[in-house]
């Protein structure tokens, strides 16, 4: 017969169930940044008619104290409080419930009528009300004791209502309440804060070594800091480098990936090492490590931060292979085990083995790895293909990087299957790549958005939307001229809040493809060096400049919690809204899906919602071209025509009435 | 600085997440009954392309060994298998997954082509095969050797493919995986496994002491145990009676429930105790011990298993109040605390205070009534008002009942707010009454139902729906005459695999309320003794026995699960599917809500859901009145008059061709 022994406290009469936000019980941590409240409820309940009280409690990670805020009841048995954690880091949170046996006491003895009763109950009171005061400090102590002495000396109903019904007495007896029978949650929920970048950032990747003023030869870091000012003009705040270091000569890929290289042929960046070193060498021809802290630093005065790519593969001559040989599997001929996909081989890469008897020492190499370039001034990773690494090396790494410098940032490129994204987010990437590139249709990206905004990923799942990559370049892109690079560069701005391009070949609307059927780019820079002429006259530069201004003095469009589509009846426009939670600042775009044909439609909104007076116009500004519509009533009419302007990314601005009768629009 | 080490083993690369069925992370026990398979889903997945492989662990708690069942994919990483627990109790389960080395390496193998490329993978492959044939206990390990001996062997890539491809040498291989970095789910998560009553009842309740044969007298077990051949008839399996202890005398309430007793009034069962004894004694006037244990056992001679009503609190004069005054609340003025709701009081009921002092001794003793009532062959206990008790009380009391009683089931009476019914269903209730009797319209039944077949509650929820109970005559009920009466039986009977009626008030259409306004019955049985003409012409019980018939002879109406809402276009007609997994019974039931107007409508069946051929005819067996007819297509016409017969329940028979071109309907 199994022992059933009765629990240490049986007198818990409160529960605190379904806390929110809480990822896979508590196993994986919310993201939040800086100044960003955390929302968190619970169902806070007890057996019978007494009343409840719950509070938050939170603190960072490394704090010994709770801090706690009352939570208020929502309906249904639900409670809510909320949090802003004034620094980076790990946080944690959980809720506490409690039977408030004073605050019943209130209850009832406002709804009793019997003189005797109201008497007796009194009696009652006060003996809570000396308790309090017995958890109380000293000047509250002796308002309470004071409070009670009335209490218990009065008689005639109505000066006992009016004595144990005093508000101000009442709240504060209430905040000295007698938790010794709280239920708390069992589990301390983590979350993690960041900075305003992991939410909101606007990425530029270009080769370095295609940024030479002119042709025929290659790029260097000096190069890349007389490239500085045109990015930063385009408004973009990250700027993301492919791999810098030394590219491997053995089984070096040829132009267009062929199997050979020919002479001269520079090869694959993302071929990491050779003998001028690894993942903590500079390629040569680029510059010196110094060279590359100057371009860091010149990158920061033009309001740029560098991103570097972490890609964890080596080249057959990368120092490690000979160096470790005990990180790379073997075949039964003694080879190493480079990447393959049978019957597909990619020779010039070896993968570590992450089931290495040395997983350790692996592990602390890669990570060393990180913080080198931490070091050096760069705090944003966009890391090569996770998906491909073992999992509990992430969590471990992000971790044991960030517990130093809260600031990174890692950007998971993993376009695979939908739960291994979501793992990775949840293991510590602050943001992801999606599935954006291949959501064209109105249906497509309403239901990807929604999810992405409003699915359970929300709370770590960070989207960083592309409408193009040195890996990607779309069939719509391909066929769609150079309104399909409008079409998308506003989606990803405008829905997501953090997007990013590869360029220049997307703002000189590069779109051969490599041959039919491939994403790949013809001539891709992946393989060889490429000269842009950034001046020419179909270049979107500046049309990219005006979409991210926008970006930048349109709060609404930091964030994706607040994301809304708007019916439109045309199935080629897509319509959607976006607001701050005080809703001071409102954006609306929409887009012409078809870029071919000019669309209308009508667009509906709900002006309840918005807080607009049906009767009265409101302003509508467009903030690419600077026009200003006035709207009225729920029904506005939209026409775009995608050879002009494919997009509207409207600032609502709400009339205001002045005194003297004088109209303007906020 | 926080030191950061690494973990243990950081070979792991297999992820298990979201098992599901999972109850608030574990916290609390999916239900099942005994050879009900629980079907158990959980992502699995690993980094890279490598195969994954999967397996279901569950044992009973008390057992020693995971037994292990393999998990197939379903789609998106998601994984399912299933097990069929083979006794009563708690039971455990959990989910491993491990990348699987010997299947990466055979898909691969299948795929490879260059010849050499084959050999050196063969000899890999033959590594993996040892292996295996190391883990493998004699026999098998000696096939594997030679498996991996032959491959060593061979050279020419077909006699390569052909001896590495085995299908049942693989089969064997794979059935000894290396294990060594398998990821498995950090929960061992619950089941309760109950007897099949638990899900599938037929309750009636009755007050015994309103079952002698005359009237004018007080009934007792002698009279019940008369009454059991008709109670049985009407295809009952259990018969439930309200308390039958000692009533209290001290401010016993009078009839209707009048403030002070008449001289004769007999009180209410649930004002329990008095100088008789307590909740172990019973009424004096009903019968001896001997005579209940003697009814227990005639009962289960009709099939019919007694029903006992727990309802913890007590009488002034119950025994308790003067032996242990520490179990009850203490007014200021000395006296005992009765239960109240400002401004009501009910001073005839003491409830016990579970923040006693002595919160153990109280537990203790209530547990041992229950125990009590098992002693005397009473497994099913409905359970008054369980949320005004301690919610520990009841994990702890029902957990340690059933370790060693499984086969006790107990009902939770609690109309109350949805998160605490759902909680105590949590804690361990094994059914629980709903909201069924207010939920009257086609939209409220079919919003209720659906959240209660396949809500989150449905893996520990189960309903026990009442058209009426003692304390509830519903509006509908009062004004809907007979044919109201029928519908709602027949609702309850169809819609939930579990329901009970009060009678005989119920079978006899007794329908008249205490006031208007209220939903007390007038002369309750709760205050006085009624007698009860059972053999009134329009007397139900010759119709209930039809639709209790039904249930026991189609499984599919012995689950809630399968529960689906059919289109019927007439909003006073509901129609829903119930059938078994195999979908060999299927029961389709057409109800018509308006109790006073014919009503019709099509009825529009998904015909390839159901198995069914669009151009045959299939037959639709009405198990009330016995008639059959031929519906073919999806739409179908339906009319029900409430005079006559306010609802059909079908059994689709399918149509069976035979050899000799007969046809019938199975």
Chains 1, 2 share one sequence.
């Not at 810098?244 to 132009?255: A, F, L, T």
């Not at 490690?320 to 019957?343: C, I, L």
Request: charged share 25%; aromatic share 12%; proline share 7%.
């Amino acid at each position: 017969m199994i022992e059933h022994p009765l629990p240490p406290e049986g007198r818990v009469r409160a529960v605190v169930e379904a806390v929110a936000p809480c990822i896979d019980g508590g196993r994986f941590a919310a993201k939040r940044v800086l100044g960003e409240p955390l929302v968190v409820e619970a169902d806070c309940f007890a057996d019978g008619h007494d009343a409840v009280a719950a509070r938050l409690l939170w603190r960072a990670a490394d704090e010994a104290v709770w801090r706690e805020t009352p939570m208020a009841p929502v309906g249904n048995d639900r409670w809510r409080a909320s949090f802003v954690p004034d620094r980076l880091g790990r946080h944690v949170y959980t809720v506490t419930a409690w039977v408030d046996q004073f605050l019943s006491w209130r209850h009832d003895f406002a709804r009793r009528v019997d003189a005797e009763d109201l008497r007796v109950a009194a009696l009652a009171g006060a003996a809570l009300i000396e308790a309090a005061a017995g958890r109380a400090p000293v000047p509250e102590r002796d308002r309470l004791a004071a409070w009670a002495a009335a209490l218990r000396g009065a008689t005639a109903p109505a000066a006992l209502r009016a004595i144990a019904l005093d508000e101000a007495l009442g709240e504060l007896a209430a905040s000295y309440p007698d938790r010794r029978f709280a239920a708390t949650y069992p589990v301390e929920l983590p979350l993690v804060v960041d900075r305003e970048r992991a939410r909101f950032s606007t990425w530029y990747e270009l080769f370095p070594r295609s940024t030479a003023s002119e042709p025929g030869r290659q790029g260097t870091f000096r190069d890349l800091e007389a490239r500085l000012p045109y990015v930063a003009q385009m408004g973009f705040d990250v700027l993301y480098l492919p791999p810098i270091h030394p590219i491997g000569r053995e089984r070096r890929k040829g132009r267009n990936n062929a199997v050979a290289a020919a002479a001269g042929d520079v090869g694959s960046p993302w071929a990491i090492g050779a003998a001028e070193g690894g993942h903590t060498a500079i390629h040569p021809q680029l510059g010196t490590l110094e060279d590359f802290r100057r371009l860091v630093a010149a990158a920061r005065e033009h309001g740029l931060e560098l991103a570097l790519d972490i890609a964890f593969q080596c080249a057959p001559d990368h120092p490690y292979v000979a160096a470790h040989p005990e990180w790379f599997r073997h075949r039964p001929d003694g080879s190493v085990q480079y990447a393959e996909n049978p019957p597909k081989q990619y020779q010039d890469i070896y993968p570590f083995d992450f089931e290495s008897a040395d997983w350790r020492g692996l592990w602390l190499e890669l990570a060393s790895v990180i913080e080198f370039w931490l070091a050096q001034g760069v705090a944003i990773f966009r890391v090569d293909n996770p998906h491909t690494k073992a999992f509990p090396f992430w969590e471990w790494a992000i971790e044991r990087v960030k517990r130093r410098h809260p600031e990174a940032i890692f950007l998971a490129e993993a376009f695979t299957r939908p739960k291994v994204m979501h793992h990775l987010a949840k293991l510590g990437f602050t943001q992801s790549y999606t599935y954006f590139a291949w959501r064209n249709t109105k249906a497509e990206l309403t239901a990807y958005f929604t999810e992405l905004a409003h699915g359970p990923g929300r709370e770590y799942f960070r989207p960083n939307v592309w409408p193009n990559t040195p890996d990607i370049l779309t069939e719509y892109l391909q066929f769609g001229g150079r309104p399909a690079f409008m079409i998308r560069l506003v989606l990803a701005a405008t829905l997501a809040a953090s997007y990013g391009i590869y360029g220049p070949a997307f703002e000189l609307v590069e779109r051969t493809a490599r041959e039919p059927g491939s994403e790949e780019y013809l001539d891709s820079e992946k393989y060889e060096i490429r000269h842009w002429d950034l001046a020419r006259a179909d270049s979107l530069a500046g049309f990219i400049g005006r979409v991210n201004r926008a970006r930048r003095e349109n709060p609404a469009l930091r964030s994706d919690r607040s994301l809304a589509f708007v019916p439109v009846d045309n199935d080629r426009l897509i319509c959607y809204l976006k607001s701050t939670p005080d809703g001071a600042n409102t954006v609306l775009t929409v887009v012409n899906l078809d870029p071919h044909h000019v669309q209308a439609g009508w667009v509906e909104l709900d002006l309840a919602a918005l807080g607009l007076d049906a009767s009265a116009p409101y302003q509508m500004h467009e903030l690419l071209s600077g026009a200003r519509y006035l709207w009225s009533g729920a029904r506005n009419y939209v026409s775009l025509d995608p050879a002009r302007a494919p997009a509207h990314v409207f600032r609502l601005r709400r009339r205001v009435r002045t005194e003297r009768d004088f109209d303007y629009f906020l």
